[in-house]
C-alpha cells in the first residue's frame, strides 16, 4: 500500500480533471482520502446551488484515491450520492472517503461530503472492481 499512496500522490500533481477542476488531494492514508474543493460562480446552476455533478466530482475524487490506495488499479461500478443540503459559490467543499471493506473481488466506501463549517451536504457510497490478482 505505501507505493500505491506514493504513485497517487504523485499522480495528483498532472490529473487532467483534478486540475481542471482545481480540486486538491488534502489527506491519504491506506483505505481513506480527503480532497478539498472551492465552490466557483461557473458552478452554480439555474436555481442558484452548486450542481449536483461538481459536488459528485469532488466526491468521486475522495473515492478514487481511497480505494486505488488498497488496491491499484481499482475501478467505479457503482457510485451512489444523496444531496443533503446545498452549496454556494465560496463554499469549500471536503470529500472524505473510507474503504469499509477491502476485497478480492469488491471494495466498499463511504463517502461525506462538508462544507467549510463542516456542514453535511452529500454523503454516499461506492463499489469498486480491482483489476488486478490480489493476493
Known amino acids: 500500500m505505501p507505493g500505491e499512496i506514493d504513485k497517487l500522490k504523485e499522480l495528483e500533481k498532472t490529473e487532467p480533471v483534478a486540475a481542471f477542476l482545481d480540486m486538491k488531494l488534502v489527506e491519504l492514508t491506506p483505505?481513506?482520502?480527503?480532497v478539498s474543493m472551492a465552490m466557483k460562480k461557473e458552478y452554480i446552476n439555474f436555481n442558484g446551488m452548486v450542481?449536483?455533478?461538481?459536488?459528485?466530482?469532488?466526491a468521486d475524487q475522495a473515492f478514487a484515491y481511497a480505494t486505488n490506495s488498497v488496491i491499484m488499479p481499482?475501478?467505479?461500478?457503482?457510485?451512489?450520492?444523496?444531496?443533503?443540503?446545498?452549496?454556494?459559490?465560496?463554499d469549500t467543499l471536503t470529500a472524505e472517503c473510507r474503504v469499509m471493506k477491502t476485497g478480492k473481488r469488491v471494495c466498499i466506501s463511504?463517502?461525506?461530503v462538508t462544507n467549510q463549517d463542516n456542514k453535511v451536504i452529500a454523503v454516499g457510497t461506492g463499489t469498486t472492481i480491482p483489476l488486478v490478482a490480489h493476493s
Open 31 to 34: 483505505g481513506h482520502a480527503r
Open 51 to 58: 450542481f449536483g455533478g461538481i459536488i459528485s466530482a469532488v
Open 74 to 90: 481499482n475501478v467505479a461500478s457503482q457510485f451512489n450520492i444523496h444531496y443533503i443540503a446545498s452549496a454556494s459559490a465560496g
Open 110 to 112: 463511504e463517502i461525506r
